[in-house]
C-alpha cells in the first residue's frame, strides 16, 4: 500500500477508492502536503424550580431552589429539580476562574487534535453551467496553515472531487478510529444553492451527506467529541443590502457510567452566509468568510472558546468588508454575515498542543492578508466574473 493514500485523486484521473484508515494512524502525514497550483481558481456560486422560592434568579440558581424536592411524585416537580441542579453546577463551572480551562468544556487532552479534511472545488463539469471560483487556492492554503496552528495533526486538502470521491473520502474517515483524537473538523469550499446543497465536481448535494456519516451512531469513536464544519459556498441568490447603524461604544451534569446522547449531538456548522443569500469571493484573496475565520482562529485560537472566536468571525464579516461594482450597480454595496449552527453541548478550547508546522514552530502571522481593493471578486453562486469588492 502506498505510503499516501491521496496521491491518486489529485489529479483529474482518480479510479482507485480512497483508504485513509492507515493513514490517520501515520504521523507521517503530518509531514505531507499538497502541492499549491497557482492556476487553481474556482468561481460562479426562569426555570420553574428557579421561580419556586424568593430572591433573584440568580439567587435561586446558586442555592440550587427546588432541589429538595426530588423524591415528589409530580414529574413536573422531579423535571424542575433537575433542570434546577444541572443550571447550577453549570453556573459553578462558568464562574471558577481559578481554572485556565472550565470543566465544563470538551476534553481536548488525547494524544492527537484529529483530523482536518479540506474539500476545495475550484472547476466544474461543464454541464453544471458553474463558472471557475477564483481565490479558492487561497482559502484553501489558509485553512491548511490554521488547521495546524490549532495543533491538527492529520491536515488533508482535496481538489475537485467527483461526488463518488467525497463519499469516499468521508465514509473511510468516519469508520477510522478516533479514539486518540479529541476532535474533527472539515471545511468545503465550493458553490453552493438554496436549501443547503452543495456542489461536487460532477453534481450537487446535500450537505447531510457530509455530517451524518460523523453521527454518534456512526462513528462511536468521535461520540460527544466536537465535530466541526465550515462551508464556504452560497445559500441562495439574494443580496444583503445592509442598513446604517449608529455604533455605541442548561447542560445536564451528572456522572453516571455511560450517558445516553443525541446521535446529531457536538457538531458545530459554520456556513458562510444565511440562508438563501449569496456568499461573497475575492478572486486575489479568497472568500471573506475564510478570511475572517482563519484570521481569528490563528489569533484567537489558544485564548478564547470557540463560539467566542466565531462571534467574532462573524463581526469581521459584517463590518469589514463590502462589496463594490462600478460595472453593474446592482451588485455594489453588498454585506454578508455568516451562520453559526451549533448543536455542542460542551465549551471547545484549542489549548494544550503544539502547532504542527514541519519546522515545529507557531505561525502567528501566516495568514495572507490584504484589502482586496480593486480585485475582481465573485459570489459563490451563478454570477458574472465581472465583481468587484473592497474591504470598508
Known amino acids: ?47 420553574p424550580a428557579c421561580a419556586q422560592s424568593g430572591g433573584s434568579v440568580l439567587e435561586n440558581i446558586r442555592r440550587g431552589a427546588g432541589d429538595q424536592e426530588t423524591s415528589s411524585t409530580d414529574p413536573q416537580e422531579n423535571e424542575s429539580s433537575l433542570i434546577s441542579a444541572s443550571v447550577k453546577a453549570f453556573f459553578e463551572d462558568t464562574v471558577d476562574a481559578k481554572e485556565e480551562v472550565p470543566s465544563f468544556s470538551y476534553n481536548m487532552t488525547h494524544k492527537f487534535r484529529g483530523c482536518f479534511l479540506i474539500f476545495n472545488h475550484m472547476q466544474f463539469k461543464k454541464h ?33 472531487l467527483k461526488y463518488s470521491e467525497i463519499k469516499s473520502v468521508v465514509r473511510e474517515v468516519a469508520k477510522s478510529d478516533h479514539s486518540k483524537y479529541d476532535c474533527f473538523a472539515m471545511a468545503v469550499l465550493s458553490h453552493g444553492e438554496e436549501g443547503d ?35 464556504q459556498a452560497c445559500r441562495g441568490t439574494k443580496l444583503d443590502e445592509g442598513t446604517k447603524v449608529k455604533i455605541t461604544k442548561a447542560a445536564y451534569k451528572i456522572k453516571p457510567d ?23 469571493r475575492n478572486q486575489s484573496e479568497g472568500s471573506w468568510f475564510v478570511q475572517a475565520l482563519c484570521k481569528c482562529l490563528n489569533e484567537f485560537g489558544d485564548k478564547l472558546e470557540l463560539m467566542q472566536i466565531m462571534t467574532r468571525v462573524n463581526r469581521m464579516v459584517a463590518y469589514d468588508f463590502m ?12 454585506k454578508q454575515i455568516p451562520s453559526i449552527v451549533t448543536r455542542l453541548t460542551s465549551e471547545v478550547y484549542f489549548q494544550g498542543k503544539a ?38
Not at 502506498?2 to 483529474?12: A, E, F, L, R
Not at 481565490?135 to 481538489?159: I, P, Q, W
Not at 475582481?376 to 465583481?387: E, K, N, R
Open 128 to 160: 453544471l453551467q458553474m463558472n471557475r471560483r477564483n481565490g479558492t487556492h487561497r482559502d484553501k492554503r489558509n485553512l491548511e496553515v490554521t488547521a495546524r496552528n490549532l495543533g491538527f495533526e492529520f491536515v488533508r486538502s482535496f481538489d475537485d
Open 197 to 231: 446543497m452543495l456542489y461536487a465536481h460532477d453534481q450537487t448535494y446535500h450537505i447531510d451527506d457530509l455530517t451524518k456519516p460523523f453521527m454518534a451512531d456512526h462513528c462511536p469513536t468521535l461520540a460527544g467529541k466536537p465535530k466541526l464544519f465550515f462551508i
Open 355 to 392: 502547532p504542527t508546522s514541519p519546522s515545529g514552530r507557531r505561525l502567528q502571522s501566516s495568514v495572507d492578508s490584504g484589502s482586496g481593493k480593486g480585485k475582481t471578486s465573485d459570489l459563490d453562486g451563478h454570477l458574472a466574473d465581472d465583481l468587484k469588492e473592497t474591504n470598508l
Open 258 to 280: 455511560t450517558v445516553i446522547i443525541p446521535n446529531a449531538a457536538d457538531f458545530l456548522l459554520a456556513f458562510s452566509t444565511v440562508p438563501g443569500y449569496y456568499a461573497w
Open 1 to 47: 500500500m502506498s505510503n499516501d493514500p491521496y496521491k491518486d485523486i489529485s489529479g483529474d484521473v482518480r479510479d482507485e477508492e480512497v483508504t485513509l484508515e492507515d493513514v490517520l494512524k501515520d504521523d507521517a502525514l503530518t509531514q505531507s502536503a499538497n502541492g499549491e497550483d497557482s492556476d487553481n481558481v474556482d468561481a460562479g456560486r426562569e426555570s
Open 323 to 334: 462589496s463594490y461594482s462600478k460595472q453593474n450597480l446592482y451588485f455594489d454595496g453588498k
